[in-house]
């Protein structure tokens, strides 16, 4: 007997996402007769998504019900469930920052990100509090970053149950392609912080893989990491909804610079962890492809970043373009195979016991040793009716935790504190404590001129004091 | 009825603190009868130690005996206390690895500070592990630095009573100069780590001294910002074992960067802490100068540094001259008033009762919250014969946690945890957190060139793995 629950999906505008939940709704049977709520700013978007999700759902026989609203309230009503993976800092205004870093002297990189981590999280606690008052008991599944910010901040200041997901623990596939492997023989352990996970536990048919890492980089690591992988075909099974050149520019797994901090730490770090890691390796293009690969030096460059905003462009363009074409079958453009995706199945475990294990953002509460108990971190969950339960993982090495986790503990610490008093100094301490910052003068106009940018308005005038410095 | 004890002094053949010692001891009736052991590497020196003490003591007519030896066990063995005063790494090296920064790059910085305490941390445990066997119920109180390092490796690694002192705390008495009110009429409180404290409580006849702070940077700042302060006569009642152009160049407690760390974090930071408190005060000398004042930009710059080297030479060349001139008055030369030393009255508040309170480093255990129990921190102690007994002070601000003493303490953590297991890689990682690192190889280029300078063989030796990034 199914379970007929409502699910409230905030920032729904964004088709492939939604259309990705939608599909995974279809596929799992015991969630049949339940409805999605979409919300979003956008009504033209909204309509294409609905369009397109009844459209899927009607070619599949599956009995779904949508509606949508621009309305927060409307859309978390009687929800069971909320997925929020709105943004409230578009693509465009995070190039627009990061292009202001540029002006200032910085390399394309995350010299303004408490832009972002403000602007959002200040949005995912006003979700938290609203479904406080609406939907008290409903689980709340982030999707939009920044995750580990915005979790450990909506649960510290809201009973709300709250699950952060993200698909960077997913970079232990492409390792496996790398050396070889097939993923679905390993058993894998990764945790840590969210964009910080370390893969302590490696296992191919039941054998530590990490020799077999280490042969492939003895073997080809260095004639890889010459080559220039735009020449490099895209196998056929790794077409998708990024084009190849994304794809491969998004290839670091193995890149010289996550084996450089394998060989630092004595772990591989996962996902998007290689994305940042240290300052060093990011200073400017040219550094960027010695570490992340020619020609694009990772997904991180002012080459890779556009692409990568054209591309959300063109899957919009081509969502909208199958919702205006009644004769097109979804069912063909968008397979009947479930994704990736973690969110639903989490619900059917939730709701259905159909019980899993699953890369979770939730407050620590033990899991991973030398953590306070209400920082939220990425680690391994069973999820069944009785909730989501971390696992108590391996603690860390000492060198991990020291150089990587708890920095970054502190840094979200000041990015929450930040938030929390509106005090100007700690956004300015954070672009001087930013590894590419060259002067205090530099670090004032760079905060002046991102305040003064626009969407910033109301966070400029929340930031006063103390502001006589 | 006095008591008499031993105290073993390492480290001796530093004639102005060990006469320190012996004056304080003199003047100190309830240890009338006591012995004291010179020990330093440096014959010649504890000769002249030996020979300045036993002529003051007589001149008073204070019955105390002395003793010299090279050899540690030596000293420490039948010890009550034991004070550790001593540094295996010299001025001439300190100056010497800032001089091999600036060859890399850097402006005359710490750079390459993991030197400095890495060896003398393991000299600090090599101590306490000595009295372990040789003395394990005396109090080692550690006068030499790296303090915060070595008093909490010390505490972890042994079980030995360990008080670390510093000088420091007194800042807030220069600061009750400059804003012209009577320490002597203060009440004030200033925990933290060594070397980052911060005046949570300063009360001046019981009210808030805050204000006048105030009042002075409004009416004065400016002003004395601006001066050239080279051309300020010194008041005689400052003159004393540093010469005038010292005292001036250390003169930061109310400097720019001072003020505008207390306009950052609502209180002062005092005595050492405004020495460091963010990398943008000291990028080149015309930096610190704005920061710290003209000429000399405070007491670390190219020009100050080797100042203080000098006057320690030449203060050993008075010593030395006091020793050889049998019809000098010490009593006259050296004067018949306490001194500021913490020492000698915190050993007579364990052994013989006369309580007082002194600022300490000592094991945490709840005194400071928000830190480990067994990180050493500063705090405000009632000392007894019970023993040394940390106040719990009042928390200081997220602020100033997130951004002065968490940083600090992660810093130290990695210190130890490098001095534990010989990584090279946190040495390395060390040097590319310096904020003042530009690249990769710089890093590396610094690293190398540090460990093969002279004196660091065995350090380079015992760094080893892993090495291969």
Tied chains: 1, 2.
Excluded at 431 to 443: E, F, K, P, V
Aim: net charge negative.
């Amino acid at each position: 007997m199914p379970s007929a629950i409502k699910i409230g999906l905030i920032g729904a505008g964004s088709a492939v996402f939604s259309l990705a939940m939608v599909k995974d709704l279809c596929l799992t049977e015991g969630l049949a007769g339940s409805r999605v709520a979409f919300m979003d700013i956008n009504q033209e978007r909204l309509d294409i998504v609905r369009r397109l999700a009844s459209r899927y759902a009607k070619e599949l026989g599956a009995d779904l019900s949508f509606e949508t609203t621009t309305d927060r309230v409307a859309c978390i009503q009687d929800a069971d469930f909320v997925i929020n993976t709105a943004s409230v800092v578009s693509h465009e205004q995070v190039l627009a920052t990061r292009r202001l870093g540029e002006k200032h002297g910085y390399y394309f990189g995350r010299v303004g990100s408490d832009e972002y981590v403000f602007r959002n999280v200040r949005f995912m606690l006003d979700v938290a509090r609203e479904m406080e008052s609406v939907c008290p008991d409903a689980w709340l599944i982030q999707a939009g970053n920044p995750v580990f910010q915005g979790c450990t901040l909506m649960t510290r200041e809201t009973g709300i149950k709250v699950c952060g997901l993200c698909h960077g623990h997913y970079g232990y596939r492409e390792i496996c392609d790398m050396i070889g492997i097939d993923w679905h023989s390993v058993t894998w352990q990764a945790p840590g912080l969210n964009h910080n996970i370390w893969l302590t536990h490696f296992l191919y048919d039941g054998e530590d893989a990490y020799p077999l890492v280490d042969e492939w980089i003895a073997a080809k690591g260095e004639e890889y990491w010459g080559l220039d992988v735009a020449t490099l075909p895209l196998p056929p099974e790794r077409e998708g909804r990024w084009t190849p050149e994304l794809q491969r520019a998004w290839d670091i797994d193995l890149s010289r610079g996550a084996v450089h901090m394998y060989r630092m730490y004595g772990l591989l770090p996962v996902g998007d962890t290689p994305r940042s890691g240290g300052w060093w390796y990011h200073t400017d293009i040219d550094t960027k492809r010695y570490w992340y690969g020619k020609p694009w030096g990772g997904q991180d460059t002012h080459i890779s970043r556009p692409l990568y905003v054209e591309n959300l462009e063109r899957r919009i363009a081509r969502m909208a373009k199958l919702a205006n074409d009644p004769r097109a079958s979804l069912v063909e453009a968008l397979g009947t195979e479930k994704t990736t995706e973690q969110h639903i199945p989490i619900i059917d475990g939730l709701v259905n016991d159909n019980e899993g294990q699953f890369q979770v953002n939730v407050p620590n509460r033990g899991a991973l040793e030398g953590l306070p108990d209400d920082v939220v971190v990425e680690v391994s969950a069973v999820v069944n009716r009785k909730g989501i339960q971390p696992i108590h993982v391996t603690p860390l090495p000492p060198k991990i935790m020291l150089e990587q986790i708890y920095p970054d503990w502190l840094s979200m610490e000041r990015q929450l504190l930040a938030t929390k008093t509106g005090d100007r100094s700690i956004l300015l301490w954070n672009i001087l404590d930013y590894h590419m910052t060259r002067s205090y003068d530099q670090a004032v106009a760079m905060l002046e001129d991102l305040l003064a940018q626009e969407g910033n308005e109301e966070m400029n005038a929340y930031f006063e004091g103390p502001s006589n410095w």
